[in-house]
C-alpha cells in the first residue's frame, strides 16, 4: 500500500512539474513548425516567471501576474522574430541571446526594485495560482481506488496545470483542423509554395512565435506563481531546453511532445525523491548524480531513441526571396 | 525593339483585349538591371512562348507579372485594364495562375491540402477540403488532369505533381496561366501529354505562357513567341513565321551550332564496370537495382532518364560518395566498391576518377569559398599544394590562374567567391577541376545546366576532346538532345534499373522517351508498356 | 544571379561591428536609464574601471585572457557551423584537467608543468567536447542542447568531485588543496619587475601570452591548413564536402575537440594564474562570455583579441561600477552582453541595407549578368 501511495505522490508530482515543461515544448512545437528555431524558450520563460511574480506581488494578483508576464514574453518573442524574420539572423543565436539578456535583465530590474539580490519577495497565498480542488474532491476521497486518483493525483492543481494539459488538445486542433494550422505547417516546410499562393510567410511566422510568446508567459507564470512562490534568478535552470529536447523527441507533434514531457518531469519529481534515500544495493545516490538525473536523461534520449528525427524542411532556414 | 503597339493586333481579333501586356517594365536587383523597358502582349485564347538563354531575364518579368515582384517602373495591364499587382494574391485575383520551374508544393502534405492552401474558405479546413475534392472531379474530367486528390506529394512522381500545380492554378480560377520550363522534368511523351492539355486549356478560351529555353517546344505548340536577351525583349513573332535558326540567333545574338561536330568513337579496353550493383539509401528506399554496366577508353556513355530515376545515385556510387549494398564495382582491375567496402572519393580522384557534380550549387562547389579554393575542393590534401602543416596558398592561386586561362573563365579573379561568378563561369571552374588532373574516367552530371549557350559549345567541345584524348566518359543528362548529340552509347535508367541501351547513331527521341517512362521494348508498342499516357 | 557588390573590408569587418555594438550600448543605455540610474556616469565608471589605472588596465588583460580562450572555442566551433555552447562546462572539466597535473604534479619545475597542465586542459577540455560532437555527427543529436546538458552535468560532476574526493582534509569549503608553488603562473608584474620594470600589480600573468599564442595557432590551422579548409568546406556546405572526400563527421569531431580543448585552458589562467587551487565554478559564465566575443570578431582570431578586450573593460569596469553604483551589479555586465550577442549576432545585417545604400554606387549603366 506504501508503494502504491508513492506512486501516486510520484504520478502526482510529475503532472505538478510538467506544467511549465507541456507549456514550452507547446511554444516551441508551435513556433518550429512555423519554420522559427526557439532556442530562447528558457529566456523567455524566465522573463515571464520574473514578471509575473513583480506583478502578482505588487498587485496582490496572479490574474494581473500572467498578463503582463504573457505580454513581456511576446515582446522578447517579438524581438526574436524582428531579428530572425524581418532581418533574416541566425535563429539560434537570436534566441541564446534572448536567453543571456533576460538572464542578466530579470535580476537587475529585480535588484532595482525589491533590493534582494535580484529575486523576487515570497507572494502572499492570494497572488498565486493555488491548488483548485475538483468538485466532489473531498467527497470522494475515501472510496477506494477511484478516490486516490481522482482527489489525490487528478484534483488539487493550479489553474496553470489544468491549463497546459487542456492546451495539448487544443494545439493538435489548431494544427490539424484550422486554415491558420494549415498555412503554419506549410511555412515550415516550404515558404516558397505559401508565399506564391499569396500568404504572408512573414506574418504567418510572427504569429507563430508571438504563440510561442503566449505560452512560454504562462509556463514562466506557472514557474513563479504556482510551483514557486517567487522569482529566484535561474529558476528555470534549463527547462527551456529541456522542452525543446522533449519537442524533438516527441517529433514535433503534441501529444508525443506531451508525452516526452511527462517523462522529464517523471524524472525530475524522482530525483527529488531520492535525494538522501538509501536505495537497496546501491545505497544513497551522491546527490549531484541525481541531480544530472534529467539532463543525463536528456543526452541519453537525444542520442539513443530519437534515431533520425525528422524536422520540419525549412525549420530554421530564414525565408529570401530568391532573384 | 518592337513597341507593344506593333503586335497589339491579337490573333482572335482586333476587338478583344489582350489577356496581358506589359508595358516598359523595369527592375533592378542591386547594381543588375534585370529587365529593361520590357514590353509583351498576349493575345488571348493563345499559348505565348518567351524564350531566352539562362539570366536573360524571363523568370523576373513573369514574377512581376505573378507579384512576387514589384517592378520599378512600368504597366501592367490585364485585359485592357491598368491594373496593380503587388503581391501573388493580387495576381491570382486577376486570373494570374503560375507553375514555377521548381514545384511550389509542400511535400508531406495531401494533394488537396495542397490545392486549398492559401484559398481556404472559412477558419476550419474540411468544409474547403470537401468542396476542393468536388472542384478536382470536374477539372478532371474537363481538361484530362486526373490525380488522386489523398495521395501525399512526395508520394507522386514529378509529372503528376506538375499536374497538382495546374490544377492549383485552375482551382484558383486562373485564365491566364504561366508555365515556367515545365518540361525540364518531364519524358517527351509526358511533355507532348502537357502540350495536348495546354491544347484543351486554349480550346477552352484559357491563355498560356509559356517560358521555356527548348526551341522545339516553341515551335510545336505556341502561337506567338518573344525572345529575351540580356534583360531586354528583342523580338516577338508569329510562330508560323519564324524557326529554330532564327530564334537561337535571336537569343544569342551570333549564329549558333545547334548540333556538336564529332568524329568516330575508337573505344578501346573498358576502365569501370560495375557488377549486379544495387544502392538503398539511408531512408531504406533501393534506388539502384542490379546495375551492369561498362564504360570503355575512348567513349561517352549517356545515362538518359526523367530525373529522380538513380542517375544520380548511380554517379555517387561510381564516385565514392555513396556505399553500395550488392554487387561490386571494377576501376582498372581492382575492386573500388563491394558491400561494406567503400572508397574515398579522394583516394578515387587520386586512382583516376573525376567526377563534375550534377549540382555546383549543393554539391560541385562551395559558394561562399572562392575560386582558389573551389579549385582544390576533393584535391585539397595533394602533395603539390601541402607542406607537413601549411597549405602553400600561392601555389593553389597559381592553379586557378592556370584553369582560368585555360578554361577561359571570367573574371579570372582566383581571390573572388564562387558565387560572383556566372553559372557558365562557375561550371567552367568544376571542369577545369576535374579534367586537370587528367583523370581516366571522368563522371558528368548535368554539364550545362543553368550554363549560357556560348559556355555550352565550349564544354561540350571539351568532354568531346577528353573521349578523343582516350579517355572514358559517362555523362548523365536530362537534356536529351545533350545526350544524343555527345553520347556514343546510350543507357536509359527508369525506377533504379537500367532499362535499354541504344547506340547513340541509332537512337530516337520516340524510342528514348518510351524507355524514360518505363517501357522496356518500345518496339513492341506503347500499348504494352504499361504507361498511364 | 548577379554578382553581388561587396562593401569595402573596413565596413564589413570594422564600422558594421563598431555600428552595431554601439546599438547594443544604446540599448543597455536605456536599461541603465529604466533602473534609475545616469547611463553616461555609468560609462565614465566602466572607463575609469578599465583603463584608468594601471591595476585596472592589468585586471582588463587578464579578463580578457579567459575570453580569448572561449571566443577562440566557439569561434573553432562556428567555423564548422556548430554552435557550441558547452565553453562553460569544457572550462570547468578542462580545469580539472589542469588542477589534477599541478596537484599531482606539482614536485616539478615550473618548466615542466606548464606544458602538462596545458595538455591536461585541453585533453580534457576536449574529451568533455568529444560526446556531444559524437552525438551529432553520429546520431544527429542537436548539438546545441546537448552541450548546454553537459554543462549542468559538468557543474554536476565537478561539485561531486569538489566535495567528495577532492576536498582539501579538514576543510568545508568545496575546493582543492592549494598547488605547489612551482604551479604557479608567473604574473606578469613579477616577470617585467625582474627585467626591472615596474607596473601595478594585477592577476594578469603569463597566460595572456599562451592565449596571443592560440589565436596565432588557430589563425594558421583554420586558413592555412588542409584540416582547416576540411572544416570549413564542412560548416559552408556538408554535401560538397562529402563530394570532396571530406567526411564532415571527422570534421566535426574535429572542430569540437579543438574547441573544447581551446576552452579547458581558462583555468590556465583562473586557476594557476590566481586560485592556485580547483574551486567551484571558477568559469563564472566565461564559457557563455565566448559566444559574444566570437560572434563580435566575426570568428577571426583578430577580431577575437579585440572583443576580448572590450569584454574584459566592460568586466572589470563592471566590478568598478558595481563598487559605485551598487544597482548596476555583474547582472547589467551580463544584460549588456545579451544584448552585444543579438546586434553583433541574429541582427548583423540589420544596418547593412543602408550601408549598401551609402558604399555601393547603383550601376546605373545596368550590365546584366546571368
Same mark, same amino acid.
Given at each position: 500500500m506504501d508503494f502504491l501511495i508513492t506512486i501516486l505522490q510520484l504520478i502526482d508530482g510529475t503532472i505538478r512539474v510538467s506544467t511549465p515543461l507541456i507549456l514550452a515544448a507547446l511554444a516551441g512545437l508551435c513556433s518550429e513548425r512555423g519554420g522559427v528555431i526557439d532556442i530562447g524558450l528558457e529566456g523567455k520563460m524566465l522573463g515571464a516567471a520574473f514578471v509575473a511574480a513583480t506583478v502578482a506581488y505588487m498587485t496582490g494578483s496572479a490574474w494581473l501576474g500572467l498578463l503582463a508576464a504573457i505580454a513581456a514574453s511576446v515582446a522578447l518573442s517579438l524581438i526574436h522574430g524582428f531579428a530572425s524574420i524581418t532581418h533574416h539572423g541566425n535563429q539560434v543565436v537570436s534566441g541564446m541571446a534572448i536567453n543571456i539578456i533576460v538572464a542578466g535583465l530579470a535580476p537587475t530590474i529585480g535588484n532595482a526594485i525589491f533590493h534582494i539580490n535580484g529575486d523576487t519577495p515570497p507572494l502572499p497565498h492570494a497572488a498565486r495560482f493555488t491548488a483548485i480542488d475538483l468538485p466532489f474532491a473531498a467527497s470522494l476521497a475515501d472510496v477506494p481506488v477511484i478516490g486516490p486518483v481522482y482527489s489525490g493525483v487528478i484534483s488539487g492543481h493550479s489553474f496553470t496545470t489544468y491549463l497546459a494539459f487542456a492546451l495539448v488538445p487544443f494545439v493538435a486542433w489548431m494544427l490539424y483542423k484550422t486554415r491558420f494550422g494549415l498555412r503554419l505547417r506549410a511555412v515550415g516546410e516550404n515558404p516558397e509554395a505559401v508565399d506564391t499562393a499569396g500568404v504572408s510567410v512573414q506574418w504567418l511566422r510572427y504569429r507563430a512565435v508571438m504563440i510561442a510568446g503566449v505560452l512560454c508567459g504562462i509556463a514562466g507564470t506557472s514557474l513563479s506563481t504556482s510551483l514557486g512562490a517567487s522569482f529566484i534568478r535561474d529558476m528555470t535552470a534549463g527547462k527551456g531546453y529541456l522542452a525543446l529536447a522533449a519537442m524533438i523527441f516527441g517529433k514535433w507533434r503534441p501529444k508525443t511532445t506531451l508525452l516526452a514531457c511527462l517523462i522529464f518531469a517523471f524524472t525530475d519529481t524522482l530525483q527529488a525523491r531520492l535525494q538522501g534515500v538509501e536505495l537497496p544495493v546501491v545505497g544513497e545516490i551522491p546527490v549531484q548524480f541525481i541531480i544530472m538525473l534529467p539532463y543525463a536523461l536528456t543526452v541519453f534520449l537525444l542520442a539513443g531513441f530519437v534515431g533520425k528525427v525528422v524536422a520540419p524542411a525549412a525549420d530554421g532556414e530564414p525565408y529570401i526571396k530568391e532573384h | 525593339m518592337t513597341g507593344p503597339g506593333a503586335q497589339a493586333v491579337s490573333a482572335a481579333g482586333g476587338a478583344i483585349p489582350p489577356a496581358v501586356e506589359l508595358i516598359g517594365l523595369n527592375k533592378h536587383f542591386g547594381p543588375v538591371h534585370a529587365n529593361r523597358d520590357v514590353c509583351i502582349s498576349v493575345p488571348r485564347g493563345t499559348v505565348h512562348g518567351i524564350v531566352g538563354e539562362n539570366g536573360a531575364g524571363k523568370s523576373t518579368m513573369m514574377a512581376m507579372l505573378y507579384g512576387f515582384y514589384k517592378a520599378d517602373s512600368?504597366?501592367?495591364?490585364?485585359?485592357?485594364?491598368?491594373?496593380?499587382?503587388?503581391?501573388?494574391?493580387?495576381?491570382?485575383?486577376?486570373?494570374?495562375?503560375?507553375?514555377?520551374?521548381?514545384?511550389?508544393?509542400?511535400?508531406?502534405?495531401? +494533394?488537396? =491540402?495542397?490545392?486549398?492552401?492559401?484559398?481556404?474558405?472559412?477558419?476550419?479546413?474540411?468544409?474547403?477540403?470537401?468542396?476542393? @475534392?468536388?472542384?478536382?472531379?470536374?477539372?478532371?474530367?474537363?481538361?484530362?488532369? =486526373?490525380?488522386?486528390?489523398?495521395?501525399?506529394?512526395?508520394?507522386?512522381?514529378?509529372?503528376?505533381?506538375?499536374?497538382?500545380?495546374?490544377?492549383? *492554378?485552375?482551382?484558383?480560377? *486562373?485564365?491566364?496561366?504561366?508555365?515556367?520550363?515545365?518540361?525540364?522534368?518531364?519524358? !517527351?511523351? =509526358? $511533355?507532348?501529354?502537357?502540350?495536348?492539355?495546354?491544347?484543351?486549356? @486554349?480550346?477552352?478560351?484559357?491563355t498560356v505562357i509559356l517560358i521555356t529555353h527548348k526551341l522545339r517546344e516553341i515551335m510545336a505548340v505556341t502561337d506567338n513567341v518573344s525572345v529575351m536577351r540580356r534583360g531586354t525583349m528583342v523580338a516577338h513573332r508569329p510562330t508560323a513565321e519564324t524557326s529554330k535558326e532564327e530564334l537561337a540567333e535571336l537569343m544569342v545574338g551570333r549564329k549558333v551550332l545547334l548540333r556538336v561536330e564529332k568524329g568516330e568513337a575508337k573505344p578501346g579496353e573498358c576502365v569501370v564496370s560495375l557488377e549486379n550493383v544495387s544502392y538503398t539509401d539511408d531512408m531504406g528506399r533501393e534506388r539502384l537495382k542490379d546495375i551492369n554496366l561498362s564504360i570503355c577508353t575512348g567513349e561517352i556513355l549517356g545515362i538518359a532518364g526523367v530525373s529522380g530515376n538513380g542517375q544520380s545515385e548511380l554517379l555517387e556510387v561510381l564516385s565514392g560518395i555513396s556505399p553500395i549494398s550488392r554487387g561490386r564495382i571494377m576501376f582498372k582491375g581492382e575492386e573500388i566498391a563491394a558491400p561494406g567496402k567503400q572508397s574515398n572519393p579522394q583516394e578515387l580522384r587520386r586512382a583516376g576518377i573525376a567526377h563534375v557534380a550534377e549540382d555546383r550549387h549543393r554539391m560541385g562547389m562551395i559558394m561562399d569559398f572562392t575560386a582558389a579554393e573551389?579549385?582544390?575542393?576533393?584535391?585539397?590534401?595533394?602533395?603539390?599544394?601541402?607542406?607537413?602543416?601549411?597549405?602553400?596558398?600561392?601555389?593553389?592561386?597559381?592553379?586557378?590562374?592556370?584553369?582560368?586561362?585555360?578554361?577561359? +573563365?571570367?573574371?579570372?579573379? !582566383?581571390?573572388?567567391?564562387?558565387?560572383?561568378?556566372?553559372?557558365?563561369?562557375?561550371?567552367?571552374?568544376?571542369? $577545369?577541376?576535374?579534367?586537370?588532373?587528367?583523370?581516366?574516367?571522368?563522371?558528368?552530371?548535368?554539364?550545362?545546366?543553368? +550554363?549560357?549557350?556560348?559556355?555550352?559549345?565550349?564544354?561540350?567541345?571539351?568532354?568531346?576532346?577528353?573521349?578523343?584524348?582516350?579517355?572514358?566518359?559517362?555523362?548523365?543528362?536530362?537534356?536529351?538532345?545533350?545526350?544524343?548529340?555527345? *553520347?556514343?552509347?546510350?543507357?536509359?535508367?527508369?525506377?533504379?534499373?537500367?532499362?535499354?541501351?541504344? *547506340?547513340?547513331?541509332? $537512337?530516337? =527521341?520516340? $524510342?528514348?522517351?518510351?524507355?524514360?517512362?518505363?517501357?522496356?521494348?518500345?518496339?513492341?508498342?506503347?500499348?504494352?508498356?504499361?504507361?498511364?499516357? | 544571379m548577379a554578382a553581388p557588390k561587396k562593401l569595402p573590408v573596413w565596413v564589413n569587418a570594422g564600422l558594421i561591428p563598431l555600428i552595431n555594438l554601439m546599438a547594443a550600448f544604446a540599448i543597455s543605455a536605456v536599461v541603465i536609464l529604466a533602473v534609475g540610474e545616469n547611463p553616461i556616469e555609468a560609462a565614465g565608471h566602466i572607463l575609469y574601471g578599465a583603463f584608468g589605472f594601471g591595476e585596472g588596465i592589468g585586471y582588463t588583460l587578464y579578463y580578457a585572457t579567459n575570453f580569448i580562450f572561449t571566443g577562440l572555442a566557439v569561434a573553432m566551433a562556428f567555423h564548422c557551423f556548430l554552435f557550441n555552447i558547452g565553453g562553460e562546462g569544457q572550462a570547468y572539466i578542462g580545469g580539472l584537467g589542469i588542477g589534477l597535473v599541478c596537484l599531482y604534479m606539482g614536485n616539478l619545475p615550473f618548466w615542466a608543468i606548464l606544458p602538462l597542465a596545458v595538455m591536461g586542459g585541453a585533453l580534457f577540455g576536449g574529451l568533455w567536447a568529444l560526446i556531444p560532437a559524437y552525438l551529432q555527427a553520429k546520431r544527429g543529436s542537436h548539438i546545441v542542447i546537448t552541450t548546454i546538458m553537459f554543462n549542468f552535468i559538468a557543474s554536476s560532476v565537478m561539485t561531486f568531485l569538489l566535495v567528495d574526493w577532492l576536498k582539501k582534509p579538514g576543510s568545508q569549503l568545496p575546493e582543492t588543496r592549494h598547488f605547489a608553488e612551482a604551479a604557479f603562473m608567473p604574473k606578469v608584474h613579477e616577470m617585467l619587475a625582474s627585467v626591472g620594470l615596474d607596473v601595478a600589480r594585477s592577476p594578469l600573468n603569463l597566460s595572456f601570452l599562451i592565449a596571443l599564442l592560440c589565436c596565432l595557432g588557430v589563425w594558421i590551422f583554420i586558413w592555412r591548413t588542409r584540416w582547416g579548409y576540411e572544416i570549413r568546406a564542412s560548416g559552408k556546405n556538408p554535401k560538397a564536402a562529402v563530394y570532396g572526400g571530406i567526411s564532415p563527421s571527422k570534421a566535426i569531431i574535429l572542430s569540437m575537440c579543438i574547441s573544447g580543448a581551446l576552452a579547458g585552458l581558462v583555468g590556465l589562467n583562473e586557476l594557476m594564474g590566481v586560485q592556485h587551487r580547483v574551486v567551484v565554478n571558477f568559469t563564472n559564465g566565461y564559457g557563455f562570455v565566448g559566444i559574444a566575443i566570437a560572434l563580435m570578431g566575426r570568428n577571426h582570431p583578430l577580431g577575437i583579441i579585440f572583443a576580448s578586450l572590450l569584454m574584459g573593460a566592460l568586466y572589470q569596469g563592471g566590478a568598478e561600477l558595481a563598487f559605485e553604483m551598487p544597482t548596476l551589479t555583474s547582472d547589467m555586465i551580463w544584460t549588456i552582453q545579451g544584448f552585444v550577442i543579438l546586434f553583433t549576432g541574429a541582427l548583423e545585417h540589420m544596418f547593412r541595407p543602408q550601408l549598401e545604400r551609402i558604399f555601393i554606387k547603383s550601376d546605373s549603366e545596368g550590365e546584366v549578368y546571368e
Amino acid at each position: 500500500m506504501d508503494f502504491l501511495i508513492t506512486i501516486l505522490q510520484l504520478i502526482d508530482g510529475t503532472i505538478r512539474v510538467s506544467t511549465p515543461l507541456i507549456l514550452a515544448a507547446l511554444a516551441g512545437l508551435c513556433s518550429e513548425r512555423g519554420g522559427v528555431i526557439d532556442i530562447g524558450l528558457e529566456g523567455k520563460m524566465l522573463g515571464a516567471a520574473f514578471v509575473a511574480a513583480t506583478v502578482a506581488y505588487m498587485t496582490g494578483s496572479a490574474w494581473l501576474g500572467l498578463l503582463a508576464a504573457i505580454a513581456a514574453s511576446v515582446a522578447l518573442s517579438l524581438i526574436h522574430g524582428f531579428a530572425s524574420i524581418t532581418h533574416h539572423g541566425n535563429q539560434v543565436v537570436s534566441g541564446m541571446a534572448i536567453n543571456i539578456i533576460v538572464a542578466g535583465l530579470a535580476p537587475t530590474i529585480g535588484n532595482a526594485i525589491f533590493h534582494i539580490n535580484g529575486d523576487t519577495p515570497p507572494l502572499p497565498h492570494a497572488a498565486r495560482f493555488t491548488a483548485i480542488d475538483l468538485p466532489f474532491a473531498a467527497s470522494l476521497a475515501d472510496v477506494p481506488v477511484i478516490g486516490p486518483v481522482y482527489s489525490g493525483v487528478i484534483s488539487g492543481h493550479s489553474f496553470t496545470t489544468y491549463l497546459a494539459f487542456a492546451l495539448v488538445p487544443f494545439v493538435a486542433w489548431m494544427l490539424y483542423k484550422t486554415r491558420f494550422g494549415l498555412r503554419l505547417r506549410a511555412v515550415g516546410e516550404n515558404p516558397e509554395a505559401v508565399d506564391t499562393a499569396g500568404v504572408s510567410v512573414q506574418w504567418l511566422r510572427y504569429r507563430a512565435v508571438m504563440i510561442a510568446g503566449v505560452l512560454c508567459g504562462i509556463a514562466g507564470t506557472s514557474l513563479s506563481t504556482s510551483l514557486g512562490a517567487s522569482f529566484i534568478r535561474d529558476m528555470t535552470a534549463g527547462k527551456g531546453y529541456l522542452a525543446l529536447a522533449a519537442m524533438i523527441f516527441g517529433k514535433w507533434r503534441p501529444k508525443t511532445t506531451l508525452l516526452a514531457c511527462l517523462i522529464f518531469a517523471f524524472t525530475d519529481t524522482l530525483q527529488a525523491r531520492l535525494q538522501g534515500v538509501e536505495l537497496p544495493v546501491v545505497g544513497e545516490i551522491p546527490v549531484q548524480f541525481i541531480i544530472m538525473l534529467p539532463y543525463a536523461l536528456t543526452v541519453f534520449l537525444l542520442a539513443g531513441f530519437v534515431g533520425k528525427v525528422v524536422a520540419p524542411a525549412a525549420d530554421g532556414e530564414p525565408y529570401i526571396k530568391e532573384h | 525593339m518592337t513597341g507593344p503597339g506593333a503586335q497589339a493586333v491579337s490573333a482572335a481579333g482586333g476587338a478583344i483585349p489582350p489577356a496581358v501586356e506589359l508595358i516598359g517594365l523595369n527592375k533592378h536587383f542591386g547594381p543588375v538591371h534585370a529587365n529593361r523597358d520590357v514590353c509583351i502582349s498576349v493575345p488571348r485564347g493563345t499559348v505565348h512562348g518567351i524564350v531566352g538563354e539562362n539570366g536573360a531575364g524571363k523568370s523576373t518579368m513573369m514574377a512581376m507579372l505573378y507579384g512576387f515582384y514589384k517592378a520599378d517602373s512600368g504597366r501592367i495591364r490585364i485585359n485592357g485594364e491598368d491594373v496593380h499587382i503587388t503581391s501573388p494574391s493580387d495576381a491570382i485575383s486577376r486570373g494570374i495562375g503560375m507553375v514555377h520551374q521548381h514545384f511550389m508544393l509542400v511535400e508531406p502534405f495531401t +494533394v488537396l =491540402e495542397n490545392v486549398i492552401l492559401g484559398v481556404e474558405q472559412g477558419g476550419m479546413i474540411q468544409g474547403s477540403l470537401n468542396h476542393a @475534392r468536388k472542384e478536382l472531379r470536374r477539372l478532371g474530367e474537363e481538361y484530362g488532369l =486526373e490525380v488522386d486528390p489523398d495521395a501525399r506529394i512526395r508520394d507522386l512522381p514529378v509529372g503528376l505533381q506538375q499536374r497538382v500545380e495546374i490544377l492549383k *492554378a485552375l482551382y484558383r480560377g *486562373a485564365e491566364t496561366l504561366i508555365l515556367d520550363e515545365p518540361t525540364g522534368v518531364l519524358t !517527351p511523351q =509526358e $511533355a507532348d501529354h502537357l502540350f495536348r492539355i495546354l491544347d484543351t486549356l @486554349r480550346s477552352q478560351g484559357k491563355t498560356v505562357i509559356l517560358i521555356t529555353h527548348k526551341l522545339r517546344e516553341i515551335m510545336a505548340v505556341t502561337d506567338n513567341v518573344s525572345v529575351m536577351r540580356r534583360g531586354t525583349m528583342v523580338a516577338h513573332r508569329p510562330t508560323a513565321e519564324t524557326s529554330k535558326e532564327e530564334l537561337a540567333e535571336l537569343m544569342v545574338g551570333r549564329k549558333v551550332l545547334l548540333r556538336v561536330e564529332k568524329g568516330e568513337a575508337k573505344p578501346g579496353e573498358c576502365v569501370v564496370s560495375l557488377e549486379n550493383v544495387s544502392y538503398t539509401d539511408d531512408m531504406g528506399r533501393e534506388r539502384l537495382k542490379d546495375i551492369n554496366l561498362s564504360i570503355c577508353t575512348g567513349e561517352i556513355l549517356g545515362i538518359a532518364g526523367v530525373s529522380g530515376n538513380g542517375q544520380s545515385e548511380l554517379l555517387e556510387v561510381l564516385s565514392g560518395i555513396s556505399p553500395i549494398s550488392r554487387g561490386r564495382i571494377m576501376f582498372k582491375g581492382e575492386e573500388i566498391a563491394a558491400p561494406g567496402k567503400q572508397s574515398n572519393p579522394q583516394e578515387l580522384r587520386r586512382a583516376g576518377i573525376a567526377h563534375v557534380a550534377e549540382d555546383r550549387h549543393r554539391m560541385g562547389m562551395i559558394m561562399d569559398f572562392t575560386a582558389a579554393e573551389n579549385t582544390i575542393l576533393g584535391y585539397h590534401r595533394g602533395k603539390e599544394i601541402n607542406g607537413p602543416v601549411l597549405m602553400d596558398l600561392k601555389k593553389v592561386e597559381g592553379r586557378c590562374m592556370e584553369h582560368m586561362e585555360k578554361f577561359d +573563365v571570367r573574371p579570372p579573379i !582566383p581571390g573572388l567567391a564562387a558565387s560572383g561568378f556566372s553559372g557558365g563561369n562557375q561550371q567552367k571552374i568544376v571542369l $577545369a577541376r576535374e579534367m586537370e588532373e587528367n583523370p581516366d574516367l571522368l563522371l558528368v552530371g548535368q554539364p550545362t545546366r543553368g +550554363v549560357d549557350i556560348g559556355a555550352i559549345e565550349f564544354i561540350h567541345k571539351q568532354l568531346i576532346t577528353m573521349r578523343d584524348a582516350g579517355k572514358a566518359v559517362l555523362l548523365v543528362s536530362v537534356e536529351l538532345d545533350e545526350i544524343m548529340s555527345l *553520347a556514343d552509347r546510350i543507357l536509359v535508367m527508369f525506377d533504379g534499373r537500367i532499362i535499354g541501351e541504344v *547506340a547513340a547513331k541509332d $537512337a530516337t =527521341e520516340q $524510342a528514348l522517351g518510351l524507355m524514360m517512362a518505363g517501357c522496356e521494348n518500345p518496339a513492341a508498342g506503347k500499348q504494352e508498356c504499361g504507361g498511364d499516357e | 544571379m548577379a554578382a553581388p557588390k561587396k562593401l569595402p573590408v573596413w565596413v564589413n569587418a570594422g564600422l558594421i561591428p563598431l555600428i552595431n555594438l554601439m546599438a547594443a550600448f544604446a540599448i543597455s543605455a536605456v536599461v541603465i536609464l529604466a533602473v534609475g540610474e545616469n547611463p553616461i556616469e555609468a560609462a565614465g565608471h566602466i572607463l575609469y574601471g578599465a583603463f584608468g589605472f594601471g591595476e585596472g588596465i592589468g585586471y582588463t588583460l587578464y579578463y580578457a585572457t579567459n575570453f580569448i580562450f572561449t571566443g577562440l572555442a566557439v569561434a573553432m566551433a562556428f567555423h564548422c557551423f556548430l554552435f557550441n555552447i558547452g565553453g562553460e562546462g569544457q572550462a570547468y572539466i578542462g580545469g580539472l584537467g589542469i588542477g589534477l597535473v599541478c596537484l599531482y604534479m606539482g614536485n616539478l619545475p615550473f618548466w615542466a608543468i606548464l606544458p602538462l597542465a596545458v595538455m591536461g586542459g585541453a585533453l580534457f577540455g576536449g574529451l568533455w567536447a568529444l560526446i556531444p560532437a559524437y552525438l551529432q555527427a553520429k546520431r544527429g543529436s542537436h548539438i546545441v542542447i546537448t552541450t548546454i546538458m553537459f554543462n549542468f552535468i559538468a557543474s554536476s560532476v565537478m561539485t561531486f568531485l569538489l566535495v567528495d574526493w577532492l576536498k582539501k582534509p579538514g576543510s568545508q569549503l568545496p575546493e582543492t588543496r592549494h598547488f605547489a608553488e612551482a604551479a604557479f603562473m608567473p604574473k606578469v608584474h613579477e616577470m617585467l619587475a625582474s627585467v626591472g620594470l615596474d607596473v601595478a600589480r594585477s592577476p594578469l600573468n603569463l597566460s595572456f601570452l599562451i592565449a596571443l599564442l592560440c589565436c596565432l595557432g588557430v589563425w594558421i590551422f583554420i586558413w592555412r591548413t588542409r584540416w582547416g579548409y576540411e572544416i570549413r568546406a564542412s560548416g559552408k556546405n556538408p554535401k560538397a564536402a562529402v563530394y570532396g572526400g571530406i567526411s564532415p563527421s571527422k570534421a566535426i569531431i574535429l572542430s569540437m575537440c579543438i574547441s573544447g580543448a581551446l576552452a579547458g585552458l581558462v583555468g590556465l589562467n583562473e586557476l594557476m594564474g590566481v586560485q592556485h587551487r580547483v574551486v567551484v565554478n571558477f568559469t563564472n559564465g566565461y564559457g557563455f562570455v565566448g559566444i559574444a566575443i566570437a560572434l563580435m570578431g566575426r570568428n577571426h582570431p583578430l577580431g577575437i583579441i579585440f572583443a576580448s578586450l572590450l569584454m574584459g573593460a566592460l568586466y572589470q569596469g563592471g566590478a568598478e561600477l558595481a563598487f559605485e553604483m551598487p544597482t548596476l551589479t555583474s547582472d547589467m555586465i551580463w544584460t549588456i552582453q545579451g544584448f552585444v550577442i543579438l546586434f553583433t549576432g541574429a541582427l548583423e545585417h540589420m544596418f547593412r541595407p543602408q550601408l549598401e545604400r551609402i558604399f555601393i554606387k547603383s550601376d546605373s549603366e545596368g550590365e546584366v549578368y546571368e
